[in-house]
């Protein structure tokens, strides 16, 4: 079974500044997708970003970006230029690829507080 | 734009109860999802269904159900309300041939008591 952790329930960070999330995983197999997803207030559960596994290159969308290092397991999100409406829950996700397995494993969540 | 619809946002039932939340989308998915989200648990998934009348136990099936007798709704059922099924509790659906994305509904927050 896949496992995703996120060992940071809360962070928080200033207005401008960057602040990085972190997330690890557990798979036994080789062809997977990685997403970052974010639940403001409004609890409207919004794609952040995806990374597909056999990609080298780390995905980027506008202030955010991932390190994605495979061979550690580890998929953690960078935001940039923090802004106020960044305060929200962030899930990092895992789904295996191909087949009909197509069932998004999530990590517990970390709630992060953008301050002005 | 595409939808994902959960009938409602908030509901307080009592124990006991039959409870249905319903959940429509409008993208002509295959497949649907139910997903339970509690605080320091992140979400876990309940039910999902490939195809219409098709359904499959996700990793907390206990003490529900689910019918999908149309392509665009899915519905989740508490056979038997209890106060530990307090929660949020989440749909999503997917194009299986467009790529691995879900497009979630805004949920719903129901209360048992």
């Known amino acids: 079974a896949q496992t995703v952790t996120q060992s940071q329930p809360e962070m928080s960070v200033q207005e401008a500044e960057t602040v990085t999330l972190s997330c690890t995983y557990d798979t036994s197999e080789n062809n997977y997708y990685l997403f970052w997803y974010k639940q403001p207030p409004s609890r409207q559960m919004i794609l952040v970003i995806r990374q597909e596994a056999y990609k080298q290159q780390n995905a980027t969308e506008n202030r955010f970006s991932v390190n994605f290092q495979k061979a550690a397991k580890s998929f953690s999100l960078k935001i940039s230029d923090s802004q106020l409406g960044d305060t929200a829950m962030y899930f990092c996700a895992f789904m295996i690829g191909g087949g009909s397995n197509y069932k998004l494993t999530f990590g517990k969540g970390t709630l992060l507080t953008v301050n002005p | 734009d595409v939808k994902v619809t959960q009938s409602s946002r908030y509901l307080v039932k009592r124990t006991g109860e039959k409870v249905f939340l319903e959940c429509v989308q409008d993208?002509?998915?295959?497949?649907m999802f139910w997903y339970r989200q509690d605080p320091g648990l992140g979400l876990r998934l309940i039910y999902f269904s490939y195809d219409v009348k098709m359904k499959e136990k996700g990793d907390i099936p206990e003490g529900y159900s689910v019918s999908r007798e149309k392509k665009e709704r899915f519905s989740l059922i508490l056979e038997s309300a209890s106060t530990n099924q307090t929660s949020m509790y989440l749909c999503a659906s997917r194009y299986p041939d467009r790529g691995p994305g879900y497009t979630f509904g805004s949920g719903t927050r129901l209360t048992v008591v």
């Open positions: 993208m002509d998915h295959e497949n």
